[in-house]
């Protein structure tokens, strides 16, 4: 298999690492958001793998391999462990903007991070960086949209998850020979943060009966008063 088809092969995972952000910005259930960070941390790893194949580097595809065992399915599996159904099976995720509006806003983002990294890469610049910079900017940027609009704890933590994905996404391309021990740093550090997380959205349910971040706010101004 030829540079430019294995290029092209990004690409085209790359788009498909886009659109699975744009649905977790549109998804309104916390079981949809996290397939979508299921399918989006897969094609994060394809992306890593192709760009083990293009550079021969086994530290890549160590990375990629690494990659789907830690995102798609360990921490999936124990954010649905720790938090219980009872959080998951939620039918709706109150978020202070509407998905409509979000979407647009979605766009708008996209489009500056398209900006940002066409001011960032010069001519010389490799496709796959111009490839993979912006789109790793545009999530790393809609996970932080996420983390502000979404009201549940759980949405806000796979939007934390989601900017890390979009880091790691840019990373690959720009620095792909980072040593090994500082990719699995990262996978650990990411792994603690989910459980941490996880962790506390589930003491917050057995206290309160809910991890609505708006209606936590309004309780504690209802206990002042």
């Known amino acids: 298999m030829t540079t ?6 990004n690409a085209l995972t790359g788009g498909l690492f886009l659109l699975c952000t744009f649905g977790i910005v549109a998804m309104r259930q916390v079981l949809g958001i996290l397939k979508m960070f299921i399918l989006q941390s897969i094609f994060l790893s394809i992306s890593a ?3 083990g194949y293009i550079h021969m580097s086994i530290h890549l595809f160590a990375v990629a391999a690494l990659t789907l065992m830690v995102k798609p399915l360990l921490i999936p599996y124990l954010l649905k462990r720790m938090v219980g159904n009872e959080v998951t099976a939620r039918r709706e995720i109150s978020q202070l903007v509407d998905i409509p509006s979000s979407l647009l806003i979605a766009v708008l983002l996209t489009i500056l991070s398209y900006f940002i990294a066409n ?4 001519n010389t610049t490799p496709i796959i960086s ?3 910079l912006p789109i790793g900017l545009a999530c790393l940027l809609l996970g932080a949209y996420t983390i502000i609009v979404r009201q549940e704890a759980v ?7 989601t900017m890390e994905n979009g880091a790691f996404f840019a990373g690959v391309s720009i620095a792909p020979d980072l040593p090994l021990i500082a990719e699995v740093a990262a996978a650990f550090d990411v792994l603690i943060i989910a459980i941490v997380m996880g962790l506390l959205a589930r003491k917050i349910y057995e206290k309160v009966g809910i991890t609505t971040v708006g209606e936590m706010n309004h309780l504690r101004e209802v206990e002042k008063l």
């Not at 430019?4 to 092969?9: R, Y």
């Not at 001011?119 to 010069?122: D, E, I, M, N």
């Open 49 to 51: 793998f192709l760009l």
């Open 155 to 161: 949405a806000q933590t796979i939007g934390i998850l």
């Open 4 to 9: 430019a088809t294995l290029t092209q092969l």
């Open 119 to 122: 001011h960032l890469l010069s």
């Open 130 to 132: 111009k490839v993979n």
